[in-house]
Antibody
Framework: EVQLVESGGDLVQPGGSLRLSCAAS????????MSWVRQAPGKGLEWVAN????????YYVDSVKGRFTISRDNAKNSLFLQMSSLRVEDTAVYFC?????????????????WGQGTVVTVSS | DIQMTQSPSSLSASVGDRVTITCRAS??????LAWFQQKPGKAPKSLIY???ISQSGVPSKFSGSGSGTDFTLTISSLQPEDFATYYC?????????FGQGTRLEIK
């Protein structure tokens, strides 16, 4: 079964740090771009970051640049999001999602598989 | 950044109805638009990518069209399980951006 399972969400004080993980199974992880998408309470979806198959390209939304780092360990089929200098406005459910692959190409977008999400709460 | 604006923000419809949701981009995005469905407390589900290509397993009742800046998602013959929030997403350029969502409710 194709699956993504996030972990690492927690309650953290403003200015603190947190590392989210996403464990992938049931597919060839190193073929796919991977993304983090978040959803603040009662709000819509916000793309946060993504990373190319080999880890050499990374992109971020402006609001997290310099504070968040996306990374992956293909040997362990895992995706990570290191979050630092956390702000109240970073409070959200964080989802990891897989970029789709067709028979011939793999894409950064077309997020076809999602995890169930992990909750990050930034509050004093 | 490219702004994605969905209309309407909410929509009431009955079982069996056909509905259309519109998504407008603040600049041209070619065909690089996706649609997602999200139910309360659940992860989003991918419905359509590249404007009109359905993801595997998505019922044919969901169809997408458009190009440039104006796009639509049409859902035919609504069933109870279709009542959810729908999001469009552009991936023409970074940062990838979503619309604000359209909440589809039962009338």
């Amino acid at each position: 079964e194709v699956q993504l399972v996030e972990s690492g969400g927690d309650l953290v004080q403003p200015g603190g740090s947190l590392r989210l993980s996403c464990a992938a199974s049931g597919f060839t992880f190193n073929r796919h771009w991977m993304s983090w998408v978040r959803q603040a309470p009662g709000k819509g979806l916000e793309w946060v970051a993504n990373i190319v198959q080999g880890g050499g390209e990374k992109y971020y939304v402006d609001s997290v640049k310099g504070r968040f780092t996306i990374s992956r360990d293909n040997a362990k089929n895992s995706l990570f999001l290191q979050m630092s200098s956390l702000r109240v406005e970073d409070t959200a459910v964080y989802f990891c999602a897989r970029g789709m692959c067709t028979s011939t190409n793999c894409y950064a977008a077309g997020l076809d598989v999602w995890g169930q999400g992990t909750v990050v709460t930034v509050s004093s | 950044d490219i702004q994605m604006t969905q209309s309407p923000s909410s929509l009431s419809a009955s079982v069996g109805d056909r509905v259309t949701i519109t998504c407008r981009a603040s600049q041209g995005i070619s065909k690089y638009l996706a649609w997602f469905q999200q139910k309360p407390g659940k992860a989003p589900k991918s419905l359509i990518y590249d404007t009109s290509i359905s993801q595997s397993g998505v019922p044919s009742k969901f169809s997408g069209s458009g190009s440039g800046t104006d796009f639509t998602l049409t859902i035919s013959s609504l069933q109870p399980e279709d009542f959810a929030t729908y999001y469009c997403q552009q991936y023409y350029t970074y940062p990838i951006t979503f619309g604000q969502g359209t909440r589809l409710e039962i009338k």
